[in-house]
């Protein structure tokens, strides 16, 4: 599992959490519930009320808050959201009878990491724990390691003198697809860039080890490279890091692949090792994009969980539609909740062009997948490839970013900030992906 005591045995750590609900026979019925599972789980605090909750998470600094979003006093929502804020460690899933879509998704902007509907069957909730704490490991990491360092760099917070962001809280969003040719890589350099905000450092890198084409949709060359980092895996430093690192003219920094196969299969031979040089620099940056290939196998699972969230890319064609089924399928094996995947339909043509590709209406998809298309990017393969021939990304290639596809690709991007984040000020109210969401998350079966 992901974390084991040190005190020479294999046990997971107990995970401490925190009830949140106005109603005492509710708040009870929980803790009667965890208490069969008192190995794993260990009740530190309750509260009745959202004031209370901020106060008691100050004072017990639980794993995990259990948190009812109708409260009086304050609501859930604006509890997450302080909680966030004061004590980053701590990871919110709310809790409801409510099965709005616009309840998960402002619960999920104020900085929630899951989303329950009651009554909460006991087997959903052990899981739910479970998997929100082994999402949060990075952020108790990252606040770890900023014990004693100058400044106040905990995450979500906004510095309003500057208008800059400081989180550092090392959220890694892996883009990927079963199949190749669906425009990951154009999706990734999009994503990476939109999420360059003021005081924001984000980290792309290039996964597809022997096929990558980073350097060339950026127009990045270097002689040093993810080659050079595998022998110094165990004793890797930051310096060194940068040092290898390239930097794009839009200020992005670019982690290259190798430059030739067989430097790539070289890679391949060590075991998880995009995996481990990231748990070594991820928490000097707020965000690791990391592109990678189609091709399943150990490492590639190793990076789908330790990251904050999964892009899953898809074209609307009949071959990519049954892969992205069978990855789906793959994620509920691996308990992975339906918050940490972002689906995403690329290459999405109107009606009139429709007929002529005949690539399958998104309702359809959506019914087919039995989940909602998160983000939909209209095909147009002349901005794209203009953009790749200047050498910049997608979004940066006009400054018009009222135009398809730039426009939906900084949504996209904004999207994911403000959910990663808990920021609102980024995130659109009115997008087709919000209308579209599923009013009850998928709550994942165990391994």
């Known amino acids: 599992m992901f974390n084991k005591k040190s005190a020479g045995n294999e046990s997971r750590d107990v995970i401490k959490v925190v009830i949140v609900d106005d109603i005492p026979d509710t708040r009870e019925n929980i803790k009667k519930l965890l208490a069969f599972e008192e190995q794993e789980f260990r009740v530190v605090g309750t509260a009745g009320t959202g004031t209370e909750a901020v106060r008691i998470v100050q004072e017990t600094q639980p794993d995990v808050v259990i948190m009812d979003i109708n409260m009086?006093?304050?609501?859930?929502?604006?509890?997450?959201?302080?909680?966030?804020?004061?004590?980053?460690?701590?990871?919110?899933i709310i809790m409801s009878v409510q099965q709005d879509s616009d309840y998960f998704r402002k619960a999920m902007l104020a900085g929630a990491r899951n989303y329950l509907i009651k009554p909460v069957d006991p087997d959903e909730l052990y899981g739910t724990i479970r998997a929100v704490y082994k999402q949060h490991e990075i952020i108790r990491r990252q606040q770890a390691a900023m014990q004693g360092a100058p400044?106040?760099?905990?995450?979500?917070?906004?510095?309003?003198?500057?208008?800059?962001?400081?989180?550092?809280?090392?959220?890694?969003?892996?883009?990927?697809?079963?199949?190749?040719?669906?425009?990951?890589?154009?999706?990734?350099?999009?994503?990476?860039?939109?999420?360059?905000?003021?005081?924001?450092?984000?980290?792309?890198?290039?996964?597809?080890?022997?096929?990558?084409?980073?350097?060339?949709?950026?127009?990045?060359?270097?002689?040093?490279?993810?080659?050079?980092?595998?022998?110094?895996?165990?004793?890797?430093?930051?310096?060194?890091?940068?040092?290898?690192?390239?930097?794009?003219?839009?200020?992005?920094k670019v982690l290259l692949g190798p430059p030739r196969l067989e430097l790539a299969l070289e890679v391949e031979q060590v075991p998880n090792a995009v995996g481990r040089i990231l748990e070594k620099v991820a928490q000097n940056y707020d965000f690791v994009v990391v592109d990678t290939s189609s091709h399943l196998n150990e490492s590639q699972l190793a990076l789908f969980d330790m990251a904050t969230k999964v892009v899953l890319v898809s074209t609307p064609t009949l071959a990519s539609i049954k892969n992205t089924r069978f990855v789906l399928?793959?994620?509920?094996?691996?308990?992975?909740?339906?918050?940490?995947?972002?689906?995403?339909?690329?290459?999405?043509?109107?009606?009139?062009?429709?007929?002529?590709?005949?690539?399958?209406?998104?309702?359809?998809i959506e019914k087919h997948l039995k989940r909602p298309v998160d983000a939909q990017i209209p095909a147009d393969d002349r901005t794209v490839l203009s953009a790749v021939n200047k050498g910049v990304p997608v979004i940066s290639y006009q400054r018009d970013r009222?135009?398809?596809?730039?426009?939906?690709?900084?949504?996209?991007?904004?999207?994911?900030?403000?959910?990663?984040?808990?920021?609102?000020?980024?995130?659109?109210?009115?997008?087709?992906?919000?209308?579209?969401?599923?009013?009850?998350?998928?709550?994942?079966?165990?391994?």
């Open 329 to 364: 399928d793959l994620f509920d094996k691996l308990n992975y909740t339906a918050v940490k995947t972002t689906f995403v339909l690329n290459r999405v043509e109107d009606e009139r062009q429709r007929g002529a590709r005949v690539t399958i209406p998104t309702e359809t």
């Open 402 to 447: 009222t135009r398809s596809p730039i426009k939906e690709l900084v949504e996209l991007a904004d999207s994911l900030f403000a959910q990663l984040a808990g920021d609102e000020d980024f995130a659109e109210d009115d997008t087709e992906s919000d209308k579209n969401k599923a009013k009850k998350p998928l709550l994942r079966l165990g391994r």
């Open 72 to 92: 009086p006093d304050m609501d859930g929502i604006q509890a997450t959201s302080q909680i966030s804020k004061v004590v980053p460690t701590a990871a919110v």
């Open 151 to 252: 400044g106040d760099l905990r995450a979500s917070t906004i510095a309003p003198e500057t208008e800059a962001y400081a989180l550092r809280a090392g959220h890694i969003i892996v883009v990927y697809s079963p199949q190749g040719g669906v425009g990951c890589t154009t999706i990734a350099t999009n994503i990476a860039t939109g999420l360059m905000k003021k005081g924001i450092r984000v980290l792309l890198v290039d996964a597809n080890l022997q096929f990558g084409d980073v350097g060339v949709f950026l127009k990045l060359q270097s002689q040093s490279n993810l080659y050079d980092l595998v022998d110094k895996i165990d004793d890797l430093d930051i310096e060194f890091f940068d040092s290898v690192v390239s930097s794009h003219e839009s200020g992005l």
